[in-house]
T-cell receptor, first 112, second 113 residues
C-alpha cells in the first residue's frame, strides 16, 4: 500500500526565517514519482516539483530546495528566507504504478 | 496561459438537490480528475477519466457520478446532495503518462444545507 505522511499540520514562522516541510512516504514500487504542490488562499493547487525514484539529486530553485532521501523515504521541502507570499498549504504526493495519492498537507503561515 | 476552469467558485444547495459541477480545460489533456478536499484528509480522488466517454471510480465514488462527452469538459454530478458532501471540489487535468503533473482549477466550495 502507498502512503504519504505530512506530520506537520501547521507551521508558523516570521518572515525571513527558513522553514522545512517534511514528507515521508511508503511504497513497494521500485519506480515512483514524488511531487510537491502549493495551494495559496486562492485555492488553485500549483505544481512545484517532480522527482522520480532514480534521481536522488537535490534540487534548488531560487529560495526553494528539495531533499530526496530514499534511505529514509523522505522528500523534504525547504524555503529559505520565507516571505508572506509563501503562506499556503503545501501538499506532498506520491505516484507509483497504481495511482497518485496526496498527503494531508501542511499549512504554512508566514508572519510579517 | 494554460487553464482549468471550474464553473462555480461557491455554491449553496439544499439536501436532495441535484448538483452539477463543471470543469473545462484548454490544454487538450487526455486525463481529467475530480478530487474533494477536506481538512485533515487531504485530497481524495472521486472519479477520473482517461479519455472522452471513459470514466473510472476513484477512492470515494459513492454518491457521485461523472460525464465526459467532450475532451475538454468533465462534469461531476451529485444526484441527491447530502450534508456530508459539503466540501471543496477540485478538478484537475494532465497529459497521459504516470509522471505528468496535474493542473488544477481554483476549486468549487459546495455547501449542502
Amino acid at each position: 500500500a502507498q502512503k504519504v505522511t505530512q506530520a506537520q499540520t501547521e507551521i508558523s514562522v516570521v518572515e525571513k526565517e527558513d522553514v522545512t516541510l517534511d514528507c515521508v512516504y511508503e511504497t513497494r514500487d521500485t519506480t515512483y514519482y514524488l511531487f510537491w504542490y502549493k495551494q495559496p488562499p486562492s485555492g488553485e493547487l500549483v505544481f512545484l516539483i517532480r522527482r522520480n525514484s532514480f534521481d536522488e539529486q537535490n534540487e534548488i530553485s531560487g529560495r526553494y530546495s528539495w531533499n530526496f532521501q530514499k534511505s529514509t523515504s523522505s522528500f523534504n521541502f525547504t524555503i529559505t528566507a520565507s516571505q508572506v507570499v509563501d503562506s499556503a498549504v503545501y501538499f506532498c504526493a506520491l505516484r507509483g504504478l497504481d495511482k497518485l495519492i496526496f498527503g494531508t498537507g501542511t499549512l504554512l503561515a508566514v508572519q510579517p | 496561459d494554460v487553464k482549468v476552469t471550474q464553473s462555480s467558485r461557491y455554491l449553496v444547495k439544499r439536501t436532495g438537490e441535484k448538483v452539477f459541477l463543471e470543469c473545462v480545460q484548454d490544454m487538450d489533456h487526455e486525463n481529467m480528475f475530480w478530487y474533494r478536499q477536506d481538512p485533515g484528509l487531504g485530497l481524495r480522488l472521486i472519479y477520473f477519466s482517461y479519455d472522452v466517454k471513459m470514466k473510472e471510480k476513484g477512492d470515494i465514488p459513492e454518491g457521485y457520478s461523472v460525464s465526459r462527452e467532450k475532451k475538454e469538459r468533465f462534469s461531476l454530478i451529485l444526484e441527491s446532495a447530502s450534508t456530508n458532501q459539503t466540501s471543496m471540489y477540485l478538478c484537475a487535468s494532465r497529459v497521459s503518462g504516470v509522471n505528468g503533473e496535474l493542473f488544477f482549477g481554483e476549486g468549487s466550495r459546495l455547501t449542502v444545507l
